[in-house]
C-alpha cells in the first residue's frame, strides 16, 4: 500500500512533507506507514486519497474501478489536481465529474483572470 502512495507522490513531484502540510495527516504518521509500523485510520487514508485525487480503493490497492474514480478524464482529473494544489483556486474543485478538459482549463483560466483583476492586474496565483 506504501508503494502505491510513493509512486503517487513520484508522479505528482510532492514530498510527503507536502502531503502533511496540506492535508493535515503528520509526518510521523507517512513515516510509519512507510516502515509499516502502522496504517492511517481510514478518515486519514481518505485524506491523502482526495489530496492525491485517487479514490481510496486505488491508494490501498492500486486498483480502481471506472466508476470508483471521481473524474472520468484522465486529462481533466490532472488539471483538476493543479487546481488543487493552489490555494487560491480551491473553489473550483467541485466541478462536475464528468467534465471536459476544455472545459475545466477555461474556468481555470477565468478564474485566473477574475484574481487578476482583483488584484489589481497583479499575477501572484502561482498557475
Known sequence: ?????????????????K???????????????????????????QKIADYLGVSLD?????????????????ETAKVAQEIFENKELRALFDV?????????VA???MALALKRKERGGIDDTGC
Open 1 to 17: 500500500m506504501y508503494e502505491i502512495f510513493s509512486k503517487l507522490l513520484q508522479a505528482h513531484g510532492i514530498t510527503p512533507y
Open 58 to 74: 486505488y491508494l490501498m490497492t492500486g486498483e480502481e474501478k471506472e466508476n470508483d474514480r471521481y473524474y472520468l478524464n484522465d
Open 19 to 45: 502531503v502533511s502540510k496540506e492535508t493535515g495527516v503528520s509526518q510521523s504518521t507517512l513515516s510509519d506507514w512507510k516502515r509499516g509500523i502502522s496504517t492511517p485510520k481510514q478518515d486519514k487514508l
Open 107 to 109: 474556468l481555470h483560466n
Open 96 to 104: 462536475q465529474r464528468d467534465m471536459e478538459p476544455d472545459d475545466l
